[in-house]
């Protein structure tokens, strides 16, 4: 099967429209949050982004929803991505843990309504732009570069997302994480976020997800060193970590852990 983007718009996430019940049966679970969640705020971000009412609606009732419990609000029940999520996992045909989809795609959607709030010249979920990454770009941000990275506070704040035990710890320290990314206008990608965090709830998968939090910080600073070598150099730079294969771009670098 092969994920191609939505038509509506560049950032947006993998579709899965091309594939029937036999294809969806084969992805991982993971696999199927990720393209719930990037399909649903693809096509509501880009609807946000022209103005559109019903979009503006959604996005405030989202942000209701920020840092609870999926079905905890019951002006949310059956948003988009929880309908598209449990489609999918209607045809997986396998032992799904849907609760822990479930979380995965709340907590990713409302954050992201979250981040994008009263923003309209650019959409907050972007593909490629990985937590770890964004981190780092937000250091950069205010100044920091070289070793200081590394002691950042905003680097402290990452760390303390890896070392959290529960899903509701997660959603606290991700949230602050995002208001910060949004006062920078720092984007993230929102489908790979809700891929790590449904593995993260399965306990013998959580230390593949932290170390993927962390190579992420850790290769964006790689990256942004070949970049700016690149522009001094007068050639292109490159922002996407090539080393992460196509079929691993939501399972991440633990990918079957």
Not at 166 to 182: F, Q
Request: aromatic share 4%; charged share 25%.
């Amino acid at each position: 099967m092969t994920l191609t983007p939505t038509a509506v718009g560049a950032d947006a996430s993998p579709s899965l429209e091309n594939g029937g019940a036999k294809d969806v049966e084969r992805l991982p679970v993971h696999r199927l949050v990720s393209g719930a969640t990037g399909r649903y705020i693809a096509q509501i971000q880009v609807q946000y982004l022209a103005d559109r009412p019903h979009a503006v609606s959604e996005l405030a009732r989202l942000r209701r929803g920020a840092g609870k419990r999926a079905h905890e609000v019951v002006d949310l029940w059956g948003i988009g991505g929880m309908d598209e999520l449990a489609g999918l996992l209607a045809d997986h045909g396998q032992s799904s843990r849907a609760e822990d989809a479930e979380e995965a795609v709340f907590l990713a959607c409302t954050l992201w309504a979250l981040h994008q709030q009263s923003g309209r010249d650019q959409g907050m979920h972007q593909r490629n732009q990985n937590l770890g990454g964004a981190v780092r770009t937000l250091i950069r941000s205010q100044g920091t570069a070289g070793e200081d990275e590394e002691a950042s506070p905003l680097r402290k704040r990452l760390v303390r997302v890896g070392t959290a035990e529960s899903l509701d710890s997660v959603a606290v320290r991700l949230r602050e994480i995002v208001l910060l990314l949004r006062g920078a206008k720092v984007p993230l990608d929102y489908a790979r976020l809700a891929g790590q965090l449904y593995r993260w709830q399965h306990r013998p998968d959580r230390a593949g997800v932290q170390r993927e939090w962390g190579r992420e910080f850790h290769l964006a600073a790689a990256t942004a060193g070949k970049k700016g070598r690149s522009a001094a150099s007068g050639t292109d730079g490159e922002a996407i970590d090539r080393t992460l294969a196509a079929d691993e771009e939501y399972g991440g670098y633990a990918d079957g852990e």
